[in-house]
């Protein structure tokens, strides 16, 4: 059966339609979908594949009956063999997304290549709206604003974050899927101001900013005076003598030039500018004058 010979009211026609109807059925229950190829001959001998074309043909020539396109939807029709295969691939995207968290997928990838297939048209405003509205609806930025490759790095780190890794233990050397993405951090981080209003907004979604910046040296808290006096002390009772001008100290991982500051502190002392009380912390842990190179450590009570 053709177009041309279509006649919904003919008794043959209609015997067609009950044999197509059911290898349709059949066909489906099969498959799982009623995308058949145009030469298709079902085990029985009927030509399935030219009864759909007919189907579709006769619908779009407007000479399909209500009922006939209302059982024919039933079993799931695919009235637009383009249109149809667009909405797969709109579901691969889909399947990708879950998969990736994003749609910046590589062009040399079929997804990735349907992707950019549809961004080019789009840009050249011949996308039609109902697909464009398809694609934000699944994700916002489909068109990568950004480019792909800052798309890809952002969402391999918001994957890394999200499975609870800390920020805080990233470094300039951590790789994600060989991927630099402490370097590719870095750069973000240091050359803030350039980067776009929206990648600012995405990388403030993920409490990465100048501010909160986790490749920053840790500022260290300046150590009081007295602090650095409970050194002194410590070094006093470990060596059991003053420290040379050079000695150092070394606690809790911090090195700290113990000789130096007292030398300084001294000098701080004979010319007036070191505070009573600070005189007096010193000169607690000493018999006698502190000031000298020769000063001796009081003995511990």
């Known amino acids: 059966?053709?177009?041309?010979?279509?006649?919904?009211?003919?008794?043959?026609?209609?015997?067609?339609?009950?044999?197509?109807?059911?290898?349709?059925?059949?066909?489906?229950?099969?498959?799982?979908?009623?995308?058949?190829?145009?030469?298709?001959?079902?085990?029985?001998?009927?030509?399935?594949?030219?009864?759909?074309?007919?189907?579709?043909?006769?619908?779009?020539?407007?000479?399909?009956?209500?009922?006939?396109?209302?059982?024919?939807?039933?079993?799931?029709?695919?009235?637009?063999?383009?249109?149809?295969?667009?909405?797969?691939?709109?579901?691969?995207?889909?399947?990708?997304?879950?998969?990736?968290?994003?749609?910046?997928?590589?062009?040399?990838?079929?997804?990735?290549?349907?992707?950019?297939?549809?961004?080019?048209?789009?840009?050249k405003n011949e996308l039609a709206s109902a697909r464009a509205d398809a694609l934000t609806r699944l994700a916002p930025d489909w068109c990568l604003p950004h480019g792909a490759d800052w798309h890809r790095k952002y969402h391999l780190l918001r994957a890394h974050l999200a499975s609870g890794a800390d920020p805080a233990a990233l470094t300039r050397d951590t790789l994600l899927a060989g991927v630099k993405i402490g370097s590719w951090l870095h750069r973000q981080l240091t050359t803030w101001q350039t980067l776009h209003p929206g990648q600012q907004h995405l990388m403030t979604a993920l409490d990465l900013t100048p501010a909160t910046n986790p490749l920053a040296p840790a500022r260290r808290t300046r150590r009081t005076f007295a602090q650095t006096v409970q050194l002194l002390e410590l070094f006093l009772h470990r060596e059991g003598r003053i420290p040379a001008a050079r000695e150092t100290i070394r606690v809790d991982g911090d090195t700290v030039k113990i000789g130096a500051w007292l030398a300084k502190a001294r000098t701080k002392h004979r010319t007036g500018q070191l505070p009573a009380d600070h005189a007096s912390l010193v000169a607690a842990l000493f018999d006698g004058d502190w000031t000298t190179e020769a000063a001796v450590p009081a003995v511990p009570a």
């Open 1 to 123: 059966m053709d177009l041309a010979s279509f006649n919904p009211r003919d008794p043959a026609t209609s015997r067609s339609r009950r044999l197509g109807l059911a290898a349709a059925q059949a066909y489906r229950d099969n498959y799982g979908h009623l995308d058949v190829p145009t030469d298709y001959t079902d085990p029985t001998g009927y030509t399935l594949g030219t009864f759909i074309t007919t189907m579709r043909d006769a619908a779009k020539a407007g000479r399909l009956e209500a009922d006939w396109i209302a059982e024919l939807d039933a079993l799931g029709m695919i009235w637009d063999k383009h249109d149809a295969a667009w909405r797969a691939r709109l579901t691969a995207a889909a399947d990708y997304l879950r998969t990736h968290g994003h749609l910046a997928a590589p062009a040399t990838t079929p997804i990735g290549a349907w992707l950019a297939e549809q961004r080019h048209h789009a840009a």
